[in-house]
């Protein structure tokens, strides 16, 4: 979509369309912390996202804000750790689950880039939204503390939020819980957290289920898939026996209730 500029025309018509009408606010997808947290596409993909916006007859005007961890896990706030320490003599960037990111989280990364996004043309006015569907981490096994100070690897590892095998991992994953409730305005440059990706909605199926949908099948949804190089060859760590994306997944909403953070009351 990149190379046959498909991306740049799709999203500019898109905006062009949607923003012609008065009661249409139009949030461009982000990604996430980590996809995009890196000094060589964070400020590279900002200005994509420019480009986009002044093709097919769109202009930033029409461009209300961007949304981040769209049907994503990445935590809201990693309260253990932070990205400028350094642990017995070696840097956090530097532990494997950082992997020298510039963020830790979703709030960090989304409140930057909208910095980065104004520096490249878009207006000071554009918000950011926040989809916290599923990444609350809660339960039993939420750390309550940091992690051991011994080696920088157990320190991260041992006091994040985010309990993905890697953060790469995307569909259905094990252990999430539902995150922070709708609400306006929570912090600075923040229009609002949302739930965009609704809670118990499948990913993917988990083995190939033929239906009459066209939906294929992503090893990335089969719990005992060894990887990729996208995910830096980690088990997948989705849940087993999910239905076909799209599909209403019980298993998977009854885990999300259970770990979410703030508990549901």
């Not at 992690?147 to 157990?154: L, Q």
């Not at 985010?162 to 409730?181: P, T």
Request: charged content about 15%.
């Amino acid at each position: 979509m990149l190379a046959n500029g498909n991306y740049v025309n799709g999203v500019g018509y898109a905006l062009a369309q949607l923003g012609a009408i008065d009661n249409v606010y139009n949030y461009v997808d982000a990604g996430h912390h980590g996809w995009i947290g890196w000094e060589d596409n964070f400020a590279p993909s900002a200005a994509l996202f420019h480009e986009a916006a002044n093709a097919n007859g769109a202009t930033p005007d029409d461009v209300h804000g961007f949304i981040a961890n769209t049907a994503n896990y990445s935590a809201l706030k990693e309260e253990h750790f932070a990205i400028g320490e350094t642990i017995n003599g070696t840097p956090v960037r530097q532990s494997s689950w950082v992997d020298w990111n510039n963020y830790v989280d979703e709030l960090s990364f989304a409140q930057a880039l909208r910095g980065e996004l104004v520096s490249q043309g878009f207006d000071p006015g554009i918000g950011m939204l926040i989809d916290t569907s599923r990444n609350g981490w809660g339960g039993a096994e939420r750390p309550t503390s940091a992690g051991p100070t011994t080696d920088v690897n157990a320190y991260v590892d041992g006091g994040r939020f985010d309990r993905r095998i890697q953060y790469g991992n995307w569909c259905n994953q094990a252990g999430a819980g539902l995150g922070e409730r709708p609400t306006t305005a929570p912090e600075p440059g923040i229009d609002a957290y949302v739930w965009m990706k609704p809670p118990g909605e499948s990913d993917g199926s988990s083995t190939e289920i033929p239906n009459d949908e066209g939906k294929g099948f992503d090893r990335m949804c089969d719990p005992t898939y060894e990887g990729n190089p996208r995910n830096n060859h980690n088990m997948s760590g989705a849940l087993p026996d999910s239905p076909v994306s799209g599909h209403w997944f019980s298993a998977q909403f009854q885990e999300l209730l259970a770990n979410a953070h703030p508990p549901v009351q």
